[in-house]
Structure formats: C-alpha cells, structure tokens
T-cell receptor, first 112, second 109 residues
Framework: TAGITQAPTSQILAAGRSMTLRCTQDMRHNAMYWYRQDLGLGLRLIHYSNTAGTTGKGEVPDGYSVSRANTDDFPLTLASAVPSQTSVYFC???????????FGPGTRLTVL | GQNIDQPTEMTATEGAIVQINCTYQTSGFNGLFWYQQHAGEAPTFLSYNVLDGLEEKGRFSSFLSRSKGYSYLLLKELQMKDSASYLCAVIGSNYQLIWGAGTKLIIKP
C-alpha cells in the first residue's frame, strides 16, 4: 500500500511563477489536509477537505488554493509564488475529524 | 488564543529514560497526539490520548491530564534511532489539530 504520495519531492521556483503540488492517497480517507512546516514553528494548516467536493481554509490560506474533485486527489496551487512560501509542504489524510493524520513524504519548495 | 508549549531541545544518553513535556491551552479538547519526525522525513504517529492517564506502548508511554492541560511522552531504554523531533498536537473544538513546534531529542552514546 502506497499510503500518500506527493510530487514533486523538491522544487526551486522563481517568484511570480505558479505551481501545483500534487497529493494522492489510496486509503479512501474522507479528510485531507495541506500543512506547511517551517523551522521553529509547528505544522500550520493551509487548507483542508472533509470530503470530496468540499474544501475549507486553515490558519494560513493566503496565496494558496485547493480543489477536491475526488476522494484520492488533493492538489495545492500557488498562483503567484513569493519567497515567504519557501517551506516544506506536507499532505495528510485521516478517516475522521478526530482520527490520526497520515502524512505524505513532503515537498520541499524554494521560491527565489 | 490557542497555544502548545514544548521544550525546543533535549539531550539524553543511550539506554536512559527521557520525558518530553507538553502543555496546552486550547478552546476545547478532543484528544492529544504525539508524533515522531526524523530529520527530512514526514511525521509518524506514536500515540493518542483522550482520557486522563497513562497509555503504554512498548518503550514509549504517553500521559494526559486534561485538568492541568498537560501531557508527557516517556521514552525508555533510549536507542540512537530515537534521535528525532517529537511533536505534540491537540484536537481543538473545531476538530482541527493544533501543533506544537516540536522537541528535538538528541541521543548521545
């Protein structure tokens, strides 16, 4: 079982460019999440989806958008990247609101 | 506001015992997680507490006191592979996880 996959593993992006981070899960979990992790800070929620067709904003949603067309995929799009979006991005899923989060391997993004 | 506090870094000796503390102030409580994260890797689940008391799982145990807003993770018989960051996270009233910044544990031979 693959669990959660993310692509790309890492990326260097010029400021102002757009990019989509991909996330796919094969556990049939209803809920999916995007977090960013920065040194010295806890994981911060960007966007989430409780079920296919619905999305919600987390604590740091500005500059990011998501879609949830089906259960398995939850892409994160940066419309116009800025250097402050340099971070490690983790996609996660869970089978319920209070369920443990299963994490993908992460995408390391550098915006120059 | 909502806040989770953990020590930034701890050092312990191989074979010893270490306790990593986590205190929280959140609007609502629906459970507390501990995750382990090795450098450059994703967090992986260690434990879940929703009721007061101690949950033991092999070399790792986790304790919760809801009245004190306090939890700890106890690691026994430390091994070099336990060198990692340990993340405390609380499920708040809206069922989103609130994460601490993590405690980096350094194990010395």
């Amino acid at each position: 079982t693959a669990g959660i996959t993310q692509a790309p593993t890492s990326q260097i992006l010029a400021a102002g460019r757009s990019m989509t981070l991909r996330c796919t899960q094969d556990m049939r979990h209803n809920a999916m999440y995007w977090y960013r992790q920065d040194l010295g800070l806890g994981l911060r929620l960007i966007h989430y989806s409780n079920t296919a067709g619905t999305t919600g904003k987390g604590e740091v949603p500005d500059g990011y958008s998501v879609s949830r067309a089906n259960t398995d995929d939850f892409p994160l799009t940066l419309a116009s990247a800025v250097p402050s979006q340099t971070s490690v991005y983790f996609c996660a899923s869970s089978d319920s609101d209070s369920g443990r989060r299963f994490f993908g391997p992460g995408t390391r993004l550098t915006v120059l | 506001g909502q806040n989770i506090d953990q020590p930034t870094e701890m050092t312990a000796t191989e074979g010893a015992i270490v306790q990593i503390n986590c205190t929280y102030q959140t609007s609502g409580f629906n459970g507390l997680f501990w995750y382990q994260q090795h450098a450059g890797e994703a967090p992986t689940f260690l434990s879940y507490n929703v009721l007061d008391g101690l949950e033991e799982k092999g070399r790792f145990s986790s304790f919760l006191s809801r009245s004190k807003g306090y939890s700890y993770l106890l690691l026994k018989e430390l091994q070099m592979k336990d060198s990692a960051s340990y993340l405390c996270a609380v499920i708040g009233s809206n069922y989103q996880l609130i994460w601490g910044a993590g405690t980096k544990l350094i194990i010395k031979p």
